[in-house]
């Protein structure tokens, strides 16, 4: 695995929602607009506004969201909004050979 780069003023932070929803999106802006104050390119993932009841979304959602972060070669982070009681269901799924090839930071 190469060695990880820290962030640095302009880079891209995907953001997805790897178990629950966001559960308050007033808080969720505010942090988001933190980040970009701090000069980070927020680029949220597809599931980052939407809830299916007590998860973001299904297994197989959420793991697509999490594999076209991992393979854009523009994100340099990757960080997850909340939650992890769900997470564990992704684990089979992930593209860990793009990861490997295309590492980045995860946060959360």
């Given at each position: 695995?190469?060695?990880?780069?820290?962030?640095?003023?302009?880079?891209?932070?995907?953001?997805?929602?790897?178990?629950?929803?966001?559960?308050?999106?007033?808080?969720?802006?505010?942090?988001?607009?933190?980040?970009?104050?701090?000069?980070?390119?927020?680029?949220?993932?597809?599931?980052?506004?939407k809830?299916?009841?007590?998860?973001?979304?299904?297994?197989?959602?959420?793991?697509?969201e999490?594999?076209?972060?991992?393979?854009?070669?523009?994100?340099?982070?990757?960080?997850?909004?909340?939650?992890?009681?769900?997470?564990?269901?992704?684990?089979?799924?992930?593209?860990?050979?793009?990861f490997?090839?295309?590492?980045?930071?995860?946060?959360?």
């Amino acid at each position: 695995m190469k060695k990880l780069e820290k962030l640095r003023y302009g880079d891209s932070i995907g953001i997805f929602s790897p178990s629950c929803p966001v559960s308050n999106l007033n808080t969720y802006e505010r942090a988001k607009k933190y980040l970009e104050n701090k000069g980070y390119k927020i680029v949220e993932g597809n599931l980052t506004r939407k809830s299916d009841y007590y998860r973001s979304g299904s297994i197989k959602e959420r793991v697509e969201e999490l594999n076209a972060l991992i393979r854009d070669p523009n994100i340099k982070c990757i960080m997850a909004t909340i939650g992890g009681m769900n997470s564990n269901s992704l684990l089979p799924y992930i593209d860990y050979e793009s990861f490997i090839q295309n590492p980045k930071i995860v946060i959360g």
